[in-house]
């Protein structure tokens, strides 16, 4: 484990962008939400996996089909947490880096890409404000369930963009509402009464998901979603529903030569 955090502290430092509440206004400290990703690391793999049923890694391969990336593809997946995604990514052969502010998550990865016989992708810290990536670098640019945990996520979409080449693909998965008579409202309980507690049972952390929850049904979703891709200057984006709208995964081109709100205010 010393070995996997050298390799995690490598990177580039937690920025105090990041926040748990995307609401402007309401942003906590950033070390506040490192601790809360901090403290559920080791039980967090499990806890995706009961509180989804397991459908959560259907999800992440939808999110790799819509990479479209093969074995000579350099990727980047921000916010990579435990690494799910990135593994994912790395199995079709493509050179991977995974990114995320919380070096206790990324130790996680970095011992399960230990346990693996396939070549595994590189870990770093970074904070998705501020990625240490040269600009047009990537052939595509992926996070799963991380960009409503950022402060601003247009500015964090133009900057994925900026680290992606000229065409690059940026996928987006993230939490969406369903809106069936049926599927809505069960949903809404699960989410606002069962996960909770459920998850709270499993991480021994209550705070971690009551925030699940809140910042999913505040986040933009489906069409907003879009137009904030749009603003951050991403071509053609579009989305798709996933699991009867539980999901959806969202794809964009990345534009030729448009540097980040970060790139622009040096």
């Known amino acids: 484990m010393r070995e996997a955090r ?14 748990m509440n995307p609401a402007p206004g309401h942003a906590p400290n950033a070390g506040d939400v490192r601790g809360m990703f901090a403290r559920i690391a080791q039980r967090y793999d499990r806890a995706n996996r009961l509180l989804s049923l397991g459908i959560d890694r259907s999800w992440r391969r939808a999110a790799v089909r819509a990479a479209a990336i093969g074995p000579t593809s350099h990727v980047l997946d ?86 992606g080449k000229p065409g690059a693909r940026l996928v987006v998965l993230e939490f969406t509402r369903p809106r069936t008579p049926i599927v809505g409202p069960l949903f809404l309980f699960y989410f606002r009464r069962v996960l909770p507690r459920l998850g709270a049972w499993i991480t021994r952390d209550s705070g971690a998901y009551r925030y699940l929850p809140e910042s999913v049904l505040r986040f933009p979703e489906r069409e907003e979603f879009v137009e904030l891709m749009r603003q951050a200057g991403l071509q053609e984006p579009a989305y798709q529903l996933l699991s009867g709208g539980v999901c959806a995964v969202y794809r964009a081109l990345a534009g030729p030569g448009r540097e980040s709100p970060r790139v622009r205010s040096r």
């Open 6 to 19: 050298r390799q995690v502290e490598g990177g580039a430092s937690v920025a105090d962008s990041v926040a």
């Open 78 to 163: 921000v916010c990579a947490g435990t690494g799910d995604v990135s593994f994912a990514l790395a199995a079709t052969g493509a050179t991977v880096i995974g990114s995320d502010f919380c070096p206790e998550m990324l130790e996680r990865a970095v011992a399960k890409g230990a346990g693996r016989g396939a070549p595994s992708p590189q870990f770093l810290a970074g904070d998705a404000m501020r990625l240490p990536f040269p600009d047009a670098h990537f052939d595509a640019v992926t996070v799963a369930f991380g960009i409503r945990n950022v402060a601003d996520p247009v500015a964090a979409l133009a900057e994925m963009a900026r680290v």
